[in-house]
């Protein structure tokens, strides 16, 4: 079991009496790349917002990397520093450079030097293509610059896990590709990732398995090729056709 | 009615070298006869009956108005003049009544401020009643301004203040590595450094009790304190209020609701009269730490509010944002949250700021003279009777200078910190 990441074990969780995640069961082995669609309302930001305990769990166990998240906050921001995130909203700092936001959780929660830290966000920078930009402010860039800045600030953390909270939802269509593009080369590079999308195109090149969820629940898991080949569940199908 | 002002024809572009001097005359005459009437008494209109030459100057600048209002007259000036204060027969009748209200109210003010005052002299007998009587501020000049510190000591007070001026003005020409230190120094040691300076007592300088402080000099002196205290109790306590700890923030609520429900005038009668018996025997608290430490906590209260709007203002994605990359609270607000909040309420923090500063001459109540104090005490001195609108005004015009400057500075502050969201 130790090789599993992450290990999420009957995790329930509600907003007030509505329930959004139903005893969800997951593991993720590491440098395993999974993909979570689902129509909207169904759970998946709330269950990858659990795993670095953005919102709580109620019920249930979930343990990061051999920790357990409890109400320990030393635990929380010990595993929220292993855990990268990116948002759909990109949730850059606008007071701050694109380059001060890389290195503002590095120097001041990693405490590492402010000149390594600066020589690390430019390598990260430079992995996503935006060198060019460090000097600039979010406000000056596009979207999808925006979005690839903000992989490369939660990459800075040098994170264990990525989780993308539909990364490319609030992006113009022609800044989708760049986006996806980084997201891949990290695939490749052999991150863990576990992405909320509804890119098939790129859950198909990248994913090992795809979690299908509705209504809090996961109702079907199943390696990429089944997954799309032959689904089992019946709303599987149906969402299938409706976004194919 | 139209039809007989327009004998000559509607005013358009064609007809330009006939209406513009028909419409600049009878504009002029109008001004000409309110300017006569209201500063020299002549009446150039008294021909007409009585109830209308009243409104004559009205009804010239009327028509000359109304000839002058040619639309797309070719001539840059006159289309400008008309777009802006000549658009429609409404607004020119607003015009009119302003500058008729300038003509009649400037040169009597100039005249009582400047032509007719008296500068020259040193005693009451100097003074004609036509014009403000300078030579009391004159004579008064160094009590205004230092109270009644000691003429000898005087020196203590400059040095200060220029110290302090000199700090802030470099501020703006070191280099930013040495900034932070500065800034460090300017809150946390030069209060110290220049309150040993004034009030003495050690290092061979005489002791100067506070209650001989005042002027000018106290104004600054307790604003300046008040500021520095203010700003972090009332950032604690806007975080306070929207902490999820519930001793906290209702301990933060209570507070702010009580320091905002109360008028800073019983506040401060309450520091000076009822503190003191609350206090152990033999604890003695000058007074003007009680006072300085009452507004301090007055004013923290509105500052902590104005903070809360900011950093409701921001979404909450800046939150999950920090948070995901490992922040714990402190480090969360100090490095995220509050520089973007505390940039969008500058306008509310320089408000505060300035109500501050204006709030300062109400210590007059417990026997603090700062500049409104010591002109109520200069104006009751019986060789100095009667000058009361000599020293409102002088005060007027050097808190409009002060806090006009302070909100020159607030808007810079909010051009250079402007960044695109």
Not at chain 1, 145 to 170: G, H, N, V, W, Y
Not at chain 1, 172 to 195: Q, R, S
Not at chain 2, 181 to 192: A, G, M, Q, R, T
Not at chain 2, 288 to 293: A, S
């Amino acid at each position: 079991m130790s090789e599993n990441i992450i290990q999420m074990e009957k995790v329930s969780k509600w907003f007030g009496d509505f329930q959004a995640l139903k005893d969800i069961d997951l593991e993720v082995a590491q440098k395993q790349k999974i993909v979570v669609c689902g129509p909207s309302g169904s759970g998946k930001s709330t269950l990858i917002r659990c795993i670095n305990r953005l919102e709580e769990h109620q019920q249930g166990k979930i343990v990061i990397d051999g920790i357990e998240l409890t109400e320990n906050t030393k635990n929380i921001e010990q595993i929220r520093a292993e855990v990268g995130m990116v948002f759909q909203q990109f949730n850059l700092f606008p007071h701050l450079s694109i380059l001060d936001n890389c290195t503002l959780a590095p120097i001041w929660v990693k405490k590492i030097p402010k000149l390594k830290a600066e020589e690390l966000a430019l390598k990260q920078l430079e992995s996503v293509k935006i060198t060019d930009q460090a000097k600039k402010f979010p406000g000056q860039l596009s979207g999808g610059q925006q979005q690839r800045a903000a992989l490369a600030r939660a990459l800075c953390m040098e994170p264990k896990i990525m989780l993308f909270d539909e990364p490319t939802s609030a992006l113009d269509p022609e800044m989708i590709k760049e986006v996806l593009d980084a997201m891949v080369d990290l695939a490749k590079a052999g991150m863990t990732m576990i992405v909320v999308t509804h890119e098939m195109g790129f859950a198909k090149e990248v994913a090992d398995e795809i979690i299908f969820m509705d209504e809090g629940m996961i109702v079907e898991r199943a390696n990429t090729e089944d997954f799309f080949a032959n689904p089992k569940n019946e709303r599987t199908k149906l969402f299938l056709s409706q976004i194919l | 009615m139209i039809k007989i002002i327009n004998f000559l024809g509607t005013p358009s572009r064609e007809k330009f070298s006939l209406f513009v001097p028909i419409g600049i005359f009878l504009f002029s005459l109008g001004l000409i006869d309110v300017t006569l009437n209201s500063l020299f008494d002549v009446n150039i209109t008294s021909f007409f009956p009585r109830g209308l030459n009243y409104f004559t100057p009205l009804i010239f600048g009327f028509l000359g108005l109304y000839y002058l209002r040619i639309e797309f007259s070719g001539n840059k000036m006159l289309d400008k003049l008309n777009i802006n204060i000549n658009s429609n027969w409404f607004n020119s009748i607003l015009t009119l009544l302003i500058i008729f209200v300038l003509i009649q109210n400037i040169p009597p003010l100039l005249n009582w401020l400047i032509i007719d005052a008296n500068f020259v002299g040193t005693t009451k007998k100097d003074c004609s009643d036509s014009g403000a009587c300078w030579i009391f501020i004159k004579i008064w000049f160094p009590r205004l301004m230092y109270g009644l510190y000691p003429n000898a000591e005087l020196w203590r007070i400059n040095t200060s203040f220029i110290m302090l001026i000199t700090l802030v003005v470099a501020l703006f020409y070191i280099p930013i590595k040495l900034k932070k230190y500065l800034i460090i120094f300017l809150i946390f040691v030069f209060p110290f450094i220049m309150f040993n300076l004034i009030h003495g007592g050690n290092f061979g300088l005489v002791w100067v009790e506070t209650t001989a402080w005042g002027g000018l000099s106290l104004t600054f002196i307790i604003s300046v304190f008040a500021l520095i205290l203010c700003f972090p109790i009332g950032m604690f306590l806007a975080l306070g209020r929207r902490s999820s700890a519930p001793v906290t923030r209702y301990a933060s609520i209570g507070f702010i609701e009580f320091w905002r429900g109360v008028p800073l005038i019983t506040v401060l009668f309450m520091a000076s009269v009822m503190f003191p018996m609350f206090l152990p025997d033999g604890v003695y608290m000058d007074k003007l730490f009680r006072v300085i430490i009452a507004i301090t906590l007055f004013e923290a209260a509105y500052m902590a509010e104005v903070i809360r709007g900011g950093l409701q203002a921001l979404p909450r994605g800046q939150y999950d944002a920090a948070k995901s990359l490992g922040m714990g609270y402190w480090r969360l607000h100090l490095l995220v949250i509050l520089p973007q909040a505390l940039k969008l309420v500058i306008p509310g923090i320089a408000n505060t700021f300035l109500a501050l500063v204006k709030d300062t001459p109400l210590i007059l109540v417990v026997g603090l003279l700062e500049l409104v104090g010591m002109i109520d005490m200069a104006k009751t001195n019986p060789d100095w009777l009667g000058f009361a609108t000599e020293g409102y005004v002088f005060a007027g015009i050097l808190f409009w200078i002060i806090c006009f400057n302070m909100s020159r500075y607030s808007q810079r502050l909010e051009e250079k910190y402007k960044t695109d969201r």
